[in-house]
């Protein structure tokens, strides 16, 4: 029964081992965490204690548990060989190379062998484990205090070498048989593998937590970096992201302002940055006193800030709100010695009323800021027009390519008319599209996307080949007749323009002409506009300010450009009998056009009654549904065959 009992005592420790060395191997591979290493070798050190105690305490000798011996051995060999290699790995020593390694463990393994099938090898098992032990218990400790750590090695020399005596003395007065004895020398060093096993686990732990506690400091002071504008002490534009996203997640009703500093960049470059984030701060001040805690205000980016007022009940003051924050900044913003005027501009949008959705919130409300800024508007709020608009801009950037690869533009030439002879010796080339679903497509719809999306460069130069061959059949069917064509102040950016015309004209025999419209000669593209007006005009074309008077021509530069012929808008003719202003305007415009000595065609002329008073004024040429409609190439020609045949040279 005594020796059941001490087999039993011997496998529960064998388990135990076996547990505490897959702990070990588990745990260093987990961790690479610096420091950490010399604990995974405590606990290296533990588990090689624990089979050490097992194979020195010899309590497998009988044949009955030869099977049982054998594993024990082989996993005090695999303690031993790892905790050799940790410590290689940390120290960088040469004492324990991998040479080493193989070496202890094949004699551990031999002498695990001899004393299995030889109880005479019994004591030089013990003999060889005992020292190993008492080693690797003085290089831990060697460590410990290297690297300023825990001492608790020095406890394992006092087990390693009071142990045997103690245990001997011990089995003495209890009067235990020798064949016991020896078993029980395992238990003090078992004793001490658990002892450095918790040591170093719970000095590992302890690492972990403080690794841990300095990482949510880490993260709690970069969520506040995160969440917090440095310049204004405001929410960031990602926290306001973060509150919006909840909001609309939880189906909450908010509206979003977008409040923008026009040309605030002026700050910064007169007074300097340092100046222009002082400004900022308290240009954050002013605005919070006018939103009286109904909204939380962030800063965007630059010189722009976010409001969101949160509740169905506070949506109705998004308005007034706005209109607020306008009259505030309306006064100067004192800093220091300076007071800075600032121009505000402002965008909302609603949720749910407006936007579906967090992107469309943040969307609408850019195109309402946007609205605001173009039209110099104080305050613009997202409605069913912006929307329609927005609907459109979609439709039209996704059918416009389609349209111009398929096929579905063609022209349509509407005559110029003497008003004296009755005469035509002109046409105006106006693009016409025709969706197969949607049917016809007004132009002031089309062209100015086209513009914005850039294509107009393609179908501007799908028009110049179009407009050349069909001038050339015309004339080649004996008709002088010019076709003008519009040219946008976007096709500029074709490199090639100057040289499409070209070919265009010769192939047209020199019979094309352009209508640039008079916003084209704003200060912003008139030198540009001029060279190529001017390499133009070199080319044989008729050059025709379209849209006098709506425009923002410099009278005192008008004179110098190389025109041919002035296009009054068809507003001002619209307005003949109606109103004296315009009816004076319209003069003063045609006694201009004359001096500069330029030939004149009103556009929209529907009624002879304007036609008469055109013809007294001067004005030469008329164009207007009184005459006809735009219409196609062949249907064109045969109104041009039915007409009288031009006297008067063609209009250039």
Known sequence: ???????????????????????????QRRFATPGVKLFKVSMALGSLAWGASVGTGGF?????????????????????????????????????????????GLLVVVVAAAAAINPAWRWVGNLALAPLVLHL??????????????????LLIFFGLMSFPVVIGLARIAHVGPEHTRQLLGVPLAMVGFFTFSVGYERLSGLLRSALKESEVARLSLRQQIDTDDVTGLASNHAQLQAIKAAVSSNHPVGLLLINLVEFRLVNASLGPAYGDQVLKAV?????????????????????FSLLIHGEHQLHLLEGMGNRIIDRLSYPIKVGTHQVYVTARIGGAEFPRDAQSKADLLRFADMALTESVSQRARLVLFDDVMRRRIEQHHWLDQNLPQ???????????????NLLRGQTNSVEALTRWVHPDKGSVPPDQFISRAEHTGLIVELGAWVIKEAAQQARAWFDAGLRVRVAINISVMQLEDSELVERLNRAQTLACG???????????????EARMLDFVSVCRGMGFGVHLDDFGTGYSNMARLGALPLTVMKLDRSFIHQIGKSDTATALLRSMVGIAQQLKLDIVAEGVEDKEQADFLCQLGVQYAQGWLYARAMSADQTMDWLQSQPTPQKPALV
Not at 6 to 27: K, P, Y
Not at 141 to 154: D, I, L, N, S, T
Not at 511 to 525: C, H, K, P, Q, V
């Open 511 to 525: 019979m094309l002409d352009l209508e640039i419209t008079e916003s084209a000669f704003s200060m912003r593209y």
């Open 137 to 154: 218990a003085w290089a831990c400790v060697h460590m410990h205090e290297r690297h300023k750590a825990a001492g608790a090695g020095y």
């Open 60 to 104: 497998a000798y009988t044949d009955d548990n030869l099977l049982l011996f054998l594993p024990v051995i082989s996993l005090s060999t695999m303690a031993a060989v790892g905790l050799l290699h940790s410590i290689r790995q940390y120290t960088n020593q040469h004492f324990a190379t991998e040479r080493t390694e193989t070496l202890v």
């Open 1 to 27: 029964m005594e020796h059941h009992y001490f087999d039993g005592l011997a496998t529960v420790v064998a388990l135990i081992c076996m547990g505490l060395c897959w702990m070990a191997w588990r745990e």
């Open 284 to 304: 954050s001040e002013a605005i919070q006193t006018c939103t009286d805690g109904c909204g939380s205000l962030a800063r965007s980016f630059g010189a722009e």
């Open 403 to 417: 349209a111009l690869a398929h096929g579905q533009f063609a022209l349509h030439y509407q005559p110029k008319v």
